[in-house]
């Protein structure tokens, strides 16, 4: 049996004719750039989140950048980040004029609130969450930081659509929070594609201008710009998509709890936690474990015809020394040496992750 770590054709495949009528629709109307169907999609992303507003945009990591100037980043400061995150977060806060300082992830994979007090200095300005694998940190901890140190909060939620933590949505506790459409994320677009969550109307204002060069519902230019518009085609398409966005999340959810009911007895693995409703609702953009012998399991997974990846291919923030980061964080650094990300996507079917709960258990003799 084969299961890829990501079907990428099945994601259009799934839906052919859908899509094929939409992209006649717009294209046949020259619907292409801040169409009626992005504004119905923002809309609906602020319906489903409960943001007070959304902006689609060209990626999630322009979107993190505008938000980041948007909210007012302070030049220069220190923006802390935990160290188990796209470059993307780190690439945002350089781009708008802030330097990262990646922390150390904790066993759950997130930030180690324990360890943001220690990496606050008098330069630091704001704290950069990554809800990462689809999960929400513990915003109440982040936050009593945050206020005590009077600190913004941004937030990396491109993983985290509609994740929640005590019932808030993920990109919507912050000043701004990014989503991404990458094909591979929960819901996917067929390219690039990026949202943000904005709770402030001023912010919000200014990220609009931002995204279209600086222009303003006059085309009149008021400020410096850029481009980064979500194609229309783009936003109609996951208009469409919205429709079925909870059923592919219910569906993550019984995967993972497969997943966790299956191999919870192996003792070379750790798992993520359980689904489960509160304080953590999580969506599973990714099945990330950390696995003992982690290279030959691969290995072997893929020998059996099984998909599977290293998060960032398997480097952390603060190993890209290139950059020119040079923390030492250790427990990152043992985390890195395990962790692994198993198939996770709405198209698997119980066979597929049957076979791959039982190849695993074949690795460790289980
Ligand atoms: C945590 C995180 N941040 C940022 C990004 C960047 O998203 P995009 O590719 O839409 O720019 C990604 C995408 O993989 C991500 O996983």
Redesign the pocket.
């Known amino acids: 049996m084969q299961v890829p770590f990501f079907p990428y054709s099945d994601l259009y495949l799934e839906d052919e004719k859908a899509y094929k009528d939409i992209f006649n629709d717009v294209s046949s109307r020259g619907a292409f750039i801040l169409q009626k169907e992005l504004e119905d999609f923002e809309k609906k992303l602020c319906e489903y989140t409960g943001s007070n507003y959304a902006l689609g945009m ?7 950048e505008i938000g980041l100037i948007a909210g007012g980043l302070k030049k220069d400061s220190e923006v802390i980040i935990s160290s188990h ?2 470059i ?2 780190a690439s ?1 806060i350089v781009v708008a004029g802030g330097k990262p300082v990646p922390i150390d992830c904790g066993n759950d994979h997130m930030i180690d609130v324990e360890k943001i007090e220690s990496a606050i200095t008098d330069k630091t300005s704001a704290i950069i969450p ?3 694998n689809g999960r929400v940190c513990d915003m109440d901890a982040i936050f009593s930081i945050a206020n005590e140190y009077d600190l913004q909060v941004y937030e ?1 939620s ?2 985290a659509l509609g994740a929640k933590y005590k019932d808030k949505t993920a990109g919507t506790f912050g000043i701004a929070g ?1 989503i ?3 094909p ?2 929960t819901m996917g677009c067929f390219g ?3 949202a943000l969550l904005i709770q402030d109307k001023e912010v919000y204002k200014k990220a609009k201008l931002i995204r279209d060069h600086g222009r303003n519902e006059e085309n009149k230019i008021v400020m410096w710009g850029r481009n980064s518009r979500l194609d229309n085609i783009q936003a109609a398409i996951m208009l469409h998509k919205m429709g079925n966005y909870d059923k592919w999340i219910s569906r993550r959810r019984e995967i993972a709890s497969m997943y966790n009911d299956s191999l919870s007895a192996i003792s070379n693995l750790l798992l993520p936690p359980r689904p489960s409703e509160n304080p953590h609702y999580d969506i599973f ?1 990714n099945y990330e474990i950390q696995a003992e012998n982690r290279d030959e399991l691969k290995t072997f997974l893929s020998d059996n015809g099984i998909g599977s990846l290293q ?1 960032w291919s398997g480097v952390a923030i603060h190993q890209c020394r290139e950059l020119g980061f040079n923390q030492d964080l250790n427990v990152t650094d043992n985390i890195f040496s395990k962790i692994l990300m198993i198939p996770m996507n709405h198209l698997l079917t119980n066979d597929q992750v049957e076979y791959v709960i039982r190849t695993i258990k074949r690795f460790y003799n289980n």
């Not at 060209?58 to 993190?64: E, H, I, Q, R």
Request: net charge negative; with cysteine.
């Open positions: 060209g990626n999630a990591t322009d979107a993190l995150t796209m993307a977060t945002a990554t809800q990462l990396d491109a993983q990014c991404s459409f990458y591979a994320k690039d594609g990026g953009q998060q």
